[in-house]
RNA sequence: AGGCACGUAGCUCAGUGGCUAGAGCGCCGCCUUGACACGGCGGAGGUCGGCGGUUCAAUCCCGCCCGUGCCUACCA
């Protein structure tokens, strides 16, 4: 080597394993990525220079499946890629312990239920129940060691969610971790309630409520379902009062007649006109309701007159409302049928001593036991409320229906009158709108969700759970000198305390002997839905209300990522907070990920089983290949999880690893790159730089990563590597030097483009030779590939040069795959034949053609009528095998 | 019922108002290795869901239809 050049850092390949370790590889960088604190948001830089992500804390009590890694990656991705172009990441992680789904997974783990009434036993330890535990009735613990079994189970859900996470490479601030539950976010969620509170956003009432029997609380809007079961419409004659007319009523819920508060129908019904202002008589329990017209009532539906209940639907709770109706609650807050007396006041009845006779077949029942029981009262004639033979008009009419269900639930809901604390939303349709308009979505299309979801809104947002493991609503009720709860003057816990327990703390101006006194105070035993605290991520990441000045610096956030079919809660809810707490959007932009579908693009569903976890494939596929596959998926496309597609990623990073290898293993003087082929080949890189640079601006990580991953094999690995191999090995320095220059820039600039995606197997390539040489220790931490890495290299002379040569090179491997010969065999010669223009601007490659296809002689024709590209390749004379053998040696 | 998205090679997916519509996997044939057989070269394989329309030109734009998925609504 001459004096005046120093040599690249190259490595000695011989040092490097054979294949590349990943399991061992995966272990190794994220301790040394947490040793580095590479992820570490830094406070002292500005906002402008931060990007904020309020990342999505999963259900820990949930089962791990791909699909969590599939859209954490998403995120992740698209994080490093914004690390790399120098952005301070503020990336924390959270994990949604509260609520239903923990509770449930409790109760099953463990076999126990929660009994407020017992007490609390110290100290307890309970082994994970086994199947013969499980077979007697489940053990009843008090409410505050059920909530310390929750934590216990919380406590190693999250452990397994962290551990994949790391597994699977994303780069999350460890030190920002938080859970739903703990101090801080159950003192942000109070912060909430009382801001909500003061502004008189929140409210409670007493009133008709969508109730889950079997969970026993109240469900919101965003947690309901429709699923199609089957019903029957039962033909059912009423009486008139004071006359002899009759008229029938069609209703799936017969079971709720003794609950008929009223009768509708359409006020131009000829059918019907004549009966408003009268008063119906209901069969079997002669019960007089009032017959009123509403312009809610659809003639052709049924028999176009119907009875009103308490309560069969929210049409019943909305003439409830208008009308004034009577109450008559018959379900109970466990669905069945209360025990009620006819005759009273609450309930009239013509004929109480008939009436209490029938409810006796009723009462006690659950609700499709006393649907039956109804319908068989409703066949006997001595019911009818006219004398006119049996109620029951023809046989039930068996339908198919869509019925509201709370999403975790297996019965359907039923209105049961409770008190309850709600959100105002509805007053705030149209700044709920106008917030969504501010925010970008991504894809686009999503907004729509947005928009059906808020447009269609029909009641406040109901934020009180009759449960136990959640954050509790921070409120006591006074009590009177009869010892009755005044819930017009609730008293809201001062900011100071929180987070309080009204079931353990005192409030202000009380002392703790008043408690359950009269004239003294009673605690509200409810909690949160979980919602309202996991709205408030960007604030808990943000310090709202403990912290103003951090909260000014990460709050709005950058990005929020999640999945479609939590639009209407998490969205939605998140949107709706920072609206009423600070009037603006708690975001700059929403990213959707699609679902993930099982091999055949099925849904995948614990209930049908094909559901895959997502350990296994990492293992055998390796981080990088799950990745890989998480990655191929543009945004807001469901993906099928096919294994085929992980295998590529896989192959993919081992790719990496050899062309790496082989790379940086070469030797030579730091060079200018001077070479056509070389330029050529550099200002090809150049142009995917900023191709892919743009996809990732663009929200589209999938196509940087198609168009990358196309180049590295095609280009790189197959083309140019093969064409400059020869010359890298040259005695010519300046020829050596120039191609292994560009040789490592291609490697330098792909390993960071991939670095996103594969951040692993790039760390690994750069940790070689990159690191020391760039002074940057991890490649996560490098800057983003600009146009400042190719400064100083010219433009080729012919723009087509690299095609050019990877087009001869390619007709004559066609020609040694026609011959049946290897790809390494010598050609003792050829003559190549090419278009005009061709045959003029192929020398300035041919050398590196020629040395690519190990040819020693060759000819250059030029010949009318082929095309472009096209090269014809005739009287090759291939070296025999033994002969090439020797003289390689 | 309304809305949104999707329907491209056997499979999973790219793609563009215009040259012969692409990739990977799978399949077939060949190559035995000096980065990589966890590889390379070559090949077969598509009426771009159907029918109309706009256009010199449509897989792409428009309309209708069919199919799939989701969202919203109705659900006496």
Not at 77 to 106: A, C, H, K, S
Not at 674 to 692: G, S
Not at 827 to 838: E, F, K, Q
Request: aromatic residues 10%; glycine residues 6%.
């Amino acid at each position: 080597m001459s004096e005046n050049y120093r040599p690249v850092l190259s490595i000695d390949p011989s040092r490097l394993p054979k294949h590349f370790d990943a399991p061992e590889a995966e272990v190794r960088w994220d301790a040394e990525w947490d040793r580095q604190g590479i992820y570490r948001y830094d406070p002292s830089r500005p906002r402008a220079e931060t990007f904020v992500v309020d990342t999505p804390p999963p259900t820990v009590s949930g089962s791990l499946h791909v699909g969590h890694v599939f859209s954490y990656t998403h995120t992740d991705v698209l994080v490093r890629y914004r690390r790399m172009r120098g952005d301070n990441i503020f990336y924390p992680m959270g994990w949604d312990d509260n609520g239903l789904p923990t509770e449930r997974r409790v109760q099953n783990y463990f076999h126990v239920r929660c009994d407020p009434r017992e007490p609390y036993v110290p100290d307890l330890v309970l082994e994970p129940a086994n199947a013969k535990a499980r077979k007697r009735p489940p053990r009843m613990v008090s409410r505050a060691n059920f909530i310390e079994l929750c934590h216990q189970v919380t406590l190693e859900d999250e452990k397994s969610f962290m551990e994949l996470w790391r597994r699977n490479g994303l780069s999350v601030d460890w030190s920002l971790e938080y859970a739903t539950i703990d101090e801080r976010c159950r003192r942000t969620a109070q912060y909430s309630f009382r801001d909500l509170f003061e502004k008189g956003h929140v409210y409670n009432e007493d009133a008709p409520t969508t109730w889950d029997v079997d969970f026993q609380t109240a469900v919101a809007q965003a947690e309901m379902e429709d699923r199609e079961r089957p019903g029957a419409y039962h033909h059912i004659e009423f009486g008139v009062q004071g006359g002899d007319e009759s008229f029938v009523i069609a209703t799936t819920r017969p079971e709720l007649l003794p609950a008929c508060v009223g009768v509708t129908a359409h006020p131009d019904d000829e059918r019907y006109r004549g009966l408003f202002g009268r008063e119906a008589l209901t069969p079997l329990f002669r019960t007089p309701v009032p017959i009123f017209p509403s312009e809610v009532a659809d003639p052709e539906k049924g028999t176009g007159v119907l009875m009103v209940c308490t309560f069969g639907d929210a049409t019943d709770v909305a003439w409830w409302r208008e009308q004034g109706l009577a109450l008559r609650q018959i379900v109970t807050r466990e669905g069945r049928l209360a025990a009620v007396e006819f005759g009273g006041e609450d309930f009239p009845s013509l004929d109480p001593e008939a009436a209490n006779a029938a409810y006796e077949q009723l009462s006690g029942k659950n609700i499709n036991q006393a649907r039956n029981a109804v319908v068989e009262l409703l066949r006997d004639p001595a019911g009818s409320a006219t004398g006119g033979g049996a109620p029951l008009v023809g046989d039930p009419e068996t339908i198919q229906h869509s019925v509201k269900f709370y999403e975790k639930g297996d019965r359907p809901l039923e209105f049961v009158s409770t008190r309850q604390w709600f959100v105002r939303l509805l007053d705030q349709k149209e700044q709920l709108l106008a917030k969504g308009e501010q925010i970008e979505w991504h894809p686009a299309f999503m907004h729509a969700r947005y928009r059906d979801w808020t447009e269609g809104l029909s009641l406040d947002w109901c934020i009180s759970r009759q449960r136990y493991f959640g954050v509790p609503i921070p409120v006591w009720y006074p009590l009177d000198g009869q010892g009755a709860p005044d819930y017009a003057h609730p008293i809201v816990a001062e900011r100071e305390q929180m987070p309080v327990d009204p079931l353990i703390d005192t409030p202000p101006g009380y002392d703790e002997a008043a408690r359950d006194q009269p004239g003294g105070f009673c605690a509200e035993s409810d909690i949160f839905d979980t919602w309202f605290t996991s709205s408030l991520t960007p604030q808990i990441g943000s310090g709202w209300g403990v912290d103003d000045e951090r909260h000014g610096r990460l709050f709005p956030a950058d990005i929020r990522p999640q999945s479609h079919e939590i639009i209407r809660t998490w969205a939605f809810y998140t949107i709706a907070k920072a609206l009423l707490h600070e009037d603006t959007v708690p975001w700059h932009h929403v990213v959707i990920s699609g679902w993930v579908l099982d091999p055949d693009r099925k849904k995948m569903s614990k209930s049908q089983g094909n559901v895959l976890t997502p350990l296994p494939l990492i293992e055998k596929y390796t981080a990088d290949g799950a990745r890989y596959w998480s990655a191929s998926a543009r945004l807001g496309t469901d993906t099928a999880a096919d294994e085929k597609v992980f295998k590529v990623g896989k192959r993919l990073a081992t790719k990496l690893f050899n062309a790496g290898k082989f790379v940086l293993s070469q030797e030579a003087e730091v060079r200018p790159v001077e070479a056509e082929l070389d330029r050529a080949f550099v200002a090809k890189l150049a142009a995917l730089v900023e191709r892919a640079t743009a996809s990732f601006d663009d929200y589209n990580h999938a196509q940087a990563l198609t168009d990358t991953e196309t180049f590295f094999w095609t280009h790189f690995t197959d083309a140019y590597i093969e064409l400059v191999k020869t010359r890298a090995r040259s005695q010519d320095e300046a020829q050596r030097g120039s191609a292994v220059a560009a040789l490592r820039l291609g490697l330098d600039v792909l390993v960071r483009l991939l670095a996103p995606f594969l951040p692993y197997i790039t760390e690994e390539v750069w940790s070689w030779a990159f690191a020391e040489e760039k002074g940057q220790p991890s490649v996560h931490r490098a800057p983003w590939p600009d146009a400042s890495d190719f400064a100083g290299i010219g433009a080729p002379d012919d723009p087509g040069s690299f095609e050019l040569a990877a087009d001869c090179w390619g007709s004559i491997n066609k020609c040694k795959a026609d011959a049946e010969v290897s790809m390494g065999r010598e050609v003792a010669t050829l003559t190549i034949l090419a278009c005009p223009s061709d045959a003029s601007r192929l020398p300035a490659v041919l050398g590196d053609v020629l040395d690519a296809a190990r040819c020693a002689e060759h000819r250059l024709e030029s010949r009318e009528g082929l095309d472009s590209g096209v090269f014809a390749i005739e009287g090759a004379e291939f070296v025999a095998r033994e002969e090439s053998v020797k003289r390689s040696d």
